[in-house]
């Protein structure tokens, strides 16, 4: 397997610029994760990784060789795509030889390598099958067997899971992780689902408009946003943002909203002029004791737990509470905000305000 470095990745297709000058280190045996809104640029990166497309500019290195002009045939990876690409006149033995018949494997080594993956795959019992009477969770297996006979030094996977149902997808993103917890395979791993990278993922990179947005492992890019994209295209539901104009000052651990003193993490550097006060809706909880009130407009039922959304003087916001508290619609609550979790941005920029909560994120970007 093998260590991927990204150095200022640029591509252009006329005027328009898909992807802008990004870099990252993908760590030997890392499942990572490139995730976005739909154009954000993910598999286009994915792409110039895996030779497909040539980059306009920046260099692509592939354990330790540099191979951003190099065709895909000399990259030595394998591709996983989302709607399976397998070839219909084959039956499942024979679409994962297949790579290994091209590069003219004896058959008893073609025999053994095949029996060996369909073991992992659990597919054993359908490799005389043809692949049109598959269902689409066993065609995706076929698809990962044709990539992993061949053991190539990476795998690129886009959107694989993409075409199948909600429990098919949940089921293949659980055997996806663990098969690759299994071989210690590098996979670059496209999607647009963010639920599926907070799973599966080691690292995440996190696209916008071409560029990436934060870099980092899925705790750090749910707890510490470096961006209000982020801290939005994160989370279900997604963090609160109340709006407002102020100043902080170095070391400062609380701001003045709307009468109101609420705490956040020690600023590192002062500020002045339109802020947002992002926090995440379980950080939020319900208490009459608090200064911060506002009225009930709605509560959606999670079993365990209940969305609340509450109206106040700097807008709507959602508390995720135990469904076990009592509230109705109309009602007015206190609001209390765990302000050790909160994030402050600026309005402006978008960036998050550098505190003792997001301190080093922003190296990332």
């Given at each position: 397997?093998?260590?991927?470095?990204?150095?200022?990745?640029?591509?252009?297709?006329?005027?328009?610029?898909?992807?802008?000058?990004?870099?990252?280190?993908?760590?030997?045996?890392?499942?990572?994760?490139?995730?976005?809104?739909?154009?954000?640029?993910?598999?286009?990166?994915?792409?110039?990784?895996?030779?497909?497309?040539?980059?306009?500019?920046?260099?692509?290195?592939?354990?330790?060789?540099?191979?951003?002009?190099?065709?895909?045939?000399?990259?030595?990876?394998?591709?996983?795509?989302?709607?399976?690409?397998?070839?219909?006149?084959?039956?499942?033995?024979?679409?994962?030889?297949?790579?290994?018949?091209?590069?003219?494997?004896?058959?008893?080594?073609?025999?053994?390598?095949?029996?060996?993956?369909?073991?992992?795959?659990?597919?054993?019992?359908?490799?005389?099958?043809?692949?049109?009477?598959?269902?689409?969770?066993?065609?995706?297996?076929?698809?990962?067997?044709?990539?992993?006979?061949?053991?190539?030094?990476?795998?690129?996977?886009?959107?694989?899971?993409?075409?199948?149902?909600?429990?098919?997808?949940?089921?293949?993103?659980?055997?996806?992780?663990?098969?690759?917890?299994?071989?210690?395979?590098?996979?670059?791993?496209?999607?647009?689902?963010?639920?599926?990278?907070?799973?599966?993922?080691?690292?995440?990179?996190?696209?916008?408009?071409?560029?990436?947005e934060q870099f980092g492992t899925p705790q750090d890019i749910y707890d510490k946003p470096a961006t209000m994209f982020v801290a939005d295209f994160i989370g279900s539901p997604s963090?609160?943002?109340?709006?407002?104009?102020?100043?902080?000052?170095?070391?400062?651990?609380?701001?003045?909203?709307?009468?109101?003193?609420?705490?956040?993490?020690?600023?590192?550097?002062?500020?002045?002029?339109?802020?947002?006060?992002?926090?995440?809706?379980?950080?939020?909880?319900?208490?009459?004791?608090?200064?911060?009130?506002?009225?009930?407009?709605?509560?959606?039922?999670?079993?365990?737990?209940?969305?609340?959304?509450?109206?106040?003087?700097?807008?709507?916001?959602?508390?995720?509470?135990?469904?076990?508290?009592?509230?109705?619609?109309?009602?007015?609550?206190?609001?209390?905000?765990?302000?050790?979790?909160?994030?402050?941005?600026?309005?402006?920029?978008?960036?998050?305000?550098?505190?003792?909560?997001?301190?080093?994120?922003?190296?990332?970007?």
């Open positions: 397997m093998a260590e991927i470095i990204i150095k200022n990745l640029r591509k252009n297709f006329g005027d328009f610029t898909a992807v802008q000058s990004s870099s990252f280190k993908i760590e030997d045996g890392e499942f990572f994760m490139l995730l976005g809104p739909s154009g954000c640029g993910k598999t286009t990166t994915l792409r110039m990784i895996a030779g497909l497309e040539l980059p306009t500019a920046g260099e692509i290195y592939i354990d330790g060789e540099e191979v951003s002009q190099k065709p895909a045939r000399q990259r030595d990876i394998a591709f996983v795509f989302q709607m399976f690409a397998l070839y219909p006149h084959m039956n499942v033995r024979k679409n994962i030889s297949y790579p290994l018949v091209s590069q003219g494997m004896a058959k008893a080594q073609i025999k053994e390598k095949v029996a060996e993956v369909s073991r992992i795959l659990g597919i054993e019992d359908i490799l005389d099958r043809p692949v049109g009477g598959l269902s689409g969770g066993d065609r995706q297996r076929v698809a990962l067997g044709r990539a992993i006979v061949r053991e190539p030094k990476a795998f690129m996977m886009d959107e694989p899971l993409g075409a199948l149902d909600a429990e098919f997808r949940e089921r293949m993103a659980e055997e996806l992780r663990a098969l690759h917890d299994r071989m210690g395979a590098t996979t670059i791993y496209v999607t647009h689902d963010q639920l599926e990278a907070m799973q599966m993922g080691d690292k995440i990179v996190v696209m916008n408009h071409g560029v990436i963090m609160n943002f109340l709006r407002f104009h102020g100043q902080v000052h170095t070391g400062a651990t609380s701001i003045r909203m709307h009468h109101v003193d609420l705490s956040v993490p020690a600023v590192r550097e002062p500020f002045e002029g339109d802020m947002v006060y992002g926090i995440r809706p379980e950080h939020i909880a319900l208490s009459d004791s608090s200064e911060s009130r506002g009225e009930v407009v709605a509560a959606e039922y999670l079993g365990t737990t209940q969305i609340v959304t509450v109206k106040t003087a700097s807008g709507n916001l959602k508390a995720r509470i135990s469904s076990d508290q009592p509230v109705r619609s109309g009602e007015q609550v206190g609001l209390a905000f765990n302000g050790a979790t909160a994030t402050l941005f600026d309005n402006q920029s978008g960036k998050a305000l550098r505190s003792d909560l997001n301190e080093g994120v922003l190296a990332h970007v």
